[in-house]
Nanobody, 122 residues
Framework: QVQLVESGGGLVQPGGSLRLSCVVS????????MGWYRQTPGKERELVAA???????NYADSVKGRFTISRDNGKNTVYLQMTSLKPDDTAVYYC????????????????WGQGTQVTVSS
């Protein structure tokens, strides 16, 4: 069974920085795309940033220039470096991974972490 475990959330003042990490463990063949999403109460979960296995990235307009997504394929880990944080960035952040479980012919299964709270407040 595949598990995604996030860490690095917390309380930070406006203008501050945080680094989120997500480690994927379990039986799998290969991790394709990885990403970070966020959600606030009453709103739909939204994409923050995504990265392909080859390293191509895309970002939500609201975080461009402030957040950086990266991954270490050898460690099955994805990171989200967040800088210049704003109160509007307050949310639960979820890690996502599209995983081929048995071979390259397996369909990619969407897997989610349990979420980590990020609160930006003075």
């Amino acid at each position: 069974q595949v598990q995604l475990v996030e860490s690095g959330g917390g309380l930070v003042q406006p203008g501050g920085s945080l680094r989120l990490s997500c480690v994927v463990s379990g039986s799998m063949f290969v991790i394709e795309g990885m990403g970070w999403y966020r959600q606030t109460p009453g709103k739909e979960r939204e994409l923050v940033a995504a990265i392909t296995r080859a390293g191509s990235t895309n970002y939500a307009d609201s975080v461009k220039g402030r957040f950086t997504i990266s991954r270490d394929n050898g460690k099955n880990t994805v990171y989200l470096q967040m800088t210049s944080l704003k109160p509007d960035d307050t949310a639960v952040y979820y890690c996502n991974a599209a995983i081929r479980l048995q071979s390259f012919y397996s369909p990619a299964t969407e897997c989610w972490g349990q979420g980590t709270q990020v609160t930006v407040s003075s």
